[in-house]
């Protein structure tokens, strides 16, 4: 909800007080007009507050670090490339992180190592 949006909301529950009103007047749920009311008694500001979670650790230049030592290391696995931006950016991620930071990349990986196949195969 845009901050524009935000204010009319509040100056139009000066004038109607009922949040059932005012949403529909705004194409708002009533809990949305609720809650920034309640916002704004508790902060005194409409604004929207910060996302939760935390920052990144795999971004800019980790991340064009990252792209480089997955095009060198092809055959690697998300272990060795953990160790790899370790060494080379000092950035220590889980397995877990930089699997999802390679879907995120949209870069896979190979799931299996290549095995040749042996001189007696079928015909």
Known sequence: MSLDLRQRILAALEEEPSSLVVGKRFGV??????????????????????????????????????????????????????ELLADESGVAVSETTMWRQLLRMGLTLKKRPFVPLKGTART
């Open 29 to 82: 749920s009533p809990s949305s007009v609720r809650k920034l009311r309640l916002k704004v008694e508790r902060t005194g500001e409409p604004k929207a507050g910060t996302a939760p979670g935390r920052k990144r650790l795999v971004h800019g230049k980790v991340e064009r670090r990252l792209r480089r030592l997955v095009g060198k290391n092809s055959d690697a696995t998300l272990n060795v490339l953990r």
